[in-house]
């Protein structure tokens, strides 16, 4: 049955054009990639959709992979989806992706024809969808020709299995020789989706610009650095982290004394900001007029409400700037 969303939903959350289409995106967007696996209490999988839905989110963020075990986020999104969310479904921006080993042998991974193809079969036969909004390639194939892989991503919007194209983990050079090629195709990069966060800033180093100048938006993955860019970690390693669960890539061993102090005096500068940390890392992001969105994930409903308010947060100041760099350098 569907549930009644709130109806100032839209009020609160700012809408940026996602580079030169006609897409627009939630300057806070919601990943799946942990905690909508099999292994977690569906009735907190849908809490949190309905809460973020409420706040105006609109963009859910999938992966063919994502879990665990691969593929159950799409999976239990899907049963969500058809039972909670059906008569929005037109209002939601639905992404999934497919380039990391999803089946056995050699068409179950990378970025061939018959793996992206086939994949985001599988994929829409999990959530219950005729097609989704944006189709990623998750990640640059070292083997197969580039020009095989954009002519399976402009295929797939030309079989009405996707509206819109996007990449993920590409580097610079690789970015740039797929929006040309995609561009000839006849269907546009829109997206590049890469992990940027104050602890990971690679992007800084012509990526950023590149996108500006292709006019391609930008929506960085781990902005919070799984976590460690909140309070989290501050006084231990609780028993539900991402650390705790022995899920996914960060453990302990990231978990230096040197990182510690400086999430420490990073939360002390956004304590003074009247932010908690995770606010203040999403809030250095958007700062930059090339972010489209920022794509957080969420083990609790709290922390959707406590992201979107940092879409409310103060306006850095040089000072605050400067003293961040001081701590990250």
């Known amino acids: 049955m569907d549930y009644t969303p709130n109806p100032s939903r839209y009020g609160s959350m700012t809408y940026n054009r996602c580079g030169h289409s006609g897409l627009k995106l939630p300057a806070i967007s ?4 942990h905690n909508f696996g099999h292994g977690d209490k569906f009735e907190n999988c849908l809490e949190i959709l309905k809460c973020a839905f409420d706040h105006g989110i609109t963009h859910f963020d999938l992966a063919n992979n994502y879990g665990p075990p691969p593929g159950s986020a799409e999976e239990n999104f899907g049963r969500i ?5 059906k008569s929005h479904r037109d209002e ?5 992706k497919a380039g990391y080993t999803m089946w056995a042998g050699p068409y179950g991974d990378w970025g061939s024809k018959k793996y992206l193809v086939s994949s985001l079969d599988q994929s829409l036969k999990r959530m219950q969808l005729d097609y989704v909004d944006i189709f990623y390639h998750h990640r640059p194939d070292p083997e197969t020709p580039l020009e095989e892989t954009m002519a399976a991503l402009d295929l797939i919007v030309r079989q009405g299995k996707a ?8 580097k610079p050079t690789e970015t740039s020789k797929a929006i040309k090629i995609l561009f ?3 269907t546009p990069c829109i997206i590049h989706q890469p992990k940027y966060s104050m602890f990971e800033r690679w992007v800084e180093e012509g990526l950023l610009d590149l996108l500006e100048k292709e006019g391609v938006g930008c929506i960085p993955f781990s902005p919070l650095a799984q976590g460690m860019l909140t309070d989290k970690y501050l006084g231990g390693i609780p028993m539900d982290s991402r650390v705790a669960k022995k899920v996914g890539f960060l453990t302990e061993s990231h978990l230096t004394e040197e990182k510690i102090e ?3 005096r990073l939360n002390q500068v956004a304590v003074d900001r009247g932010q908690t940390l995770a606010q203040m890392a999403l809030s250095w992001i958007l700062k930059d007029k090339r972010i489209t969105s920022v794509l957080i994930g969420a083990s609790k409903p709290h922390q959707i409400r406590d992201a979107v308010a940092s879409l409310s947060g103060p306006a850095f100041v040089s000072e605050e700037l400067k003293k961040i760099e001081s701590i990250l350098n």
């Open 30 to 33: 919601l990943g799946l990639w």
């Open 81 to 85: 989806l058809k039972d909670n969310f």
């Open 92 to 96: 939601l921006i639905i992404s999934t």
């Open 163 to 170: 509206l819109y194209i996007g990449l993920s983990n590409y």
């Open 184 to 186: 000839q195709l006849g």
């Open 262 to 264: 400086k999430i420490k």
